[in-house]
């Protein structure tokens, strides 16, 4: 099994740092991580050029805005599964998710679009298990 993770960026470089150390902290190496950026002018072409070799696909270059870009990337990948991780997202510490496995995966908790075939989870779930929080 392998993940798709897309990126998107425009001038966030602290994001941008911020998402990659998640990312490369995981335990899990099986993804792949496309990044998307805008054309950013605060330095994130520079650090994407800098850690290119921990990315599958990135690029720098005008677009026609957040979704523009956001379908660029899924364009390109390739995974069993995709996470959707814009600049300044992080992922949950590992031991969090599998102490709280069953409580997500709970039926009561998740909502399933028939349509798309995509899954949900409450968000006051995913708050209460400290995974993500409202600013």
């Known amino acids: 099994m392998k993940f798709s993770i897309v990126t998107i960026n425009y001038n966030n470089l602290a994001g941008l740092k911020k998402t990659r150390e998640s990312i490369i902290s995981q335990t899990c190496k099986n993804y ?3 990044v998307i950026d805008g054309g950013s002018t605060d330095g994130a072409k520079e650090f994407l050029q800098e850690h ?7 690029c720098s270059e005008k677009d026609k805005g957040v979704y523009n870009a956001q379908n660029k990337g899924i ?3 390739k995974g069993d599964y995709m ?3 814009n600049s300044g997202d992080c992922t949950t510490k ?10 997500i995966l709970s039926s009561q908790n ?3 679009n028939l349509q798309t075939s995509n899954i949900s989870v409450k968000k006051e779930i995913l708050q209460q298990l400290n995974i993500i929080s409202i600013l």
């Not at 590992?94 to 409580?103: S, V």
Request: hydrophobic share 50%; charged share 15%; glycine share 0%.
């Open 32 to 34: 792949e991580w496309i």
């Open 75 to 77: 364009a390109l990948a």
């Open 83 to 85: 996470i959707c991780m």
């Open 52 to 58: 290119s070799n921990e990315m599958s696909y990135w």
């Open 110 to 112: 998740l909502f399933i």
């Open 94 to 103: 590992t031991a969090n998710c599998a102490k709280n496995r069953a409580k």
